[in-house]
């Protein structure tokens, strides 16, 4: 290579010795799209110790832990019909949140029994009951919503008049069914021990929609179509 100089004449340069700066390019990997974050809306939520634990741990309700040989048992310090429904029942209903021993058997075995033996005293608690059934729903615990099903096929059985007084409360505790209410496993031509075991989420939605509107009037339909708008009428 050459140039012309101030003096006019030609002069050469070795263009080997120059060294050019060496260009980086920036060769990024394409970035990998990340997928949306979870909505977590089956995720079971955090349960922290219930009323119905802090009760029993202080001794404060009529009921004892009975052995027996074949499974453990609930022991009335009082016959159930003789308690105070307004304060004893709710205490009770919180207890269907509990997943350890002894608590989840005496707070099962608790609720069935002031049912069974209740009658017309169930009628007057029932407001108090809807926050600890929406509180049990909404853990999205399968072992507890199951419990809580069959405990509000159990309340609706216990007196004609509850099935039509727990229609007003339909926003309540129907919005945890219609989240499960689709529950079920395709297991093709497989035996599904859930449904013996009454622990099938589907069915047992399914069932206990059916026992809400056939005992709840002729207000319960449509007040289920409004909450569940997939539930069809077991009544046509």
């Known amino acids: 290579m050459s140039f012309k100089s101030k003096t006019g004449g030609l002069r050469s340069i070795n263009t080997a010795s120059i060294s050019l700066p060496a260009v980086q390019l920036n060769q990024t990997s394409p970035q990998k799209k990340q997928k949306p974050p979870s909505a977590g809306c089956f995720h079971e939520r955090d349960m922290q110790p219930t009323e ?3 009760f029993y741990d202080r001794g404060d309700l009529p009921i004892s832990l009975e052995h027996r040989a074949s499974e453990n048992g609930i022991k009335w310090k ?3 019909e003789q ?3 307004h304060h004893y029942l709710p205490i009770f209903f919180e207890g269907l949140r509990e997943l350890v021993e002894p608590y989840a058997l005496l707070a099962k075995q608790g609720i069935y029994d002031m049912l069974e033996k209740g009658n017309k005293k169930i009628l007057p608690v029932i407001p108090q009951l809807i926050l600890p059934l929406k509180r ?3 853990t999205r615990n399968h072992d507890v919503i199951a419990k809580t099903l069959l405990v ?3 309340l609706v059985k216990s007196y004609s008049a509850i099935g039509e007084s727990l229609v007003p409360y339909y926003r309540q505790i129907l919005p945890m069914f219609n989240l499960f209410k689709q529950s079920n496993f395709n297991i093709g031509d497989h035996i599904e021990y859930g449904q013996r075991k009454k622990t099938n989420l589907g069915d047992l939605i399914q069932e206990t929609l059916e026992l809400l509107e ?3 009037g002729r207000d319960a339909f449509i007040n289920i ?3 569940i708008p997939t539930y069809e009428s077991c009544m046509q």
């Open 78 to 80: 009082i016959e159930p």
């Open 136 to 138: 049990a729903l909404n």
């Open 152 to 154: 509000i096929q159990k």
């Open 52 to 54: 119905f634990r802090l």
């Open 83 to 85: 308690l105070d429904y």
């Open 214 to 216: 056939r005992n709840g």
């Open 225 to 227: 179509k409004y909450m």
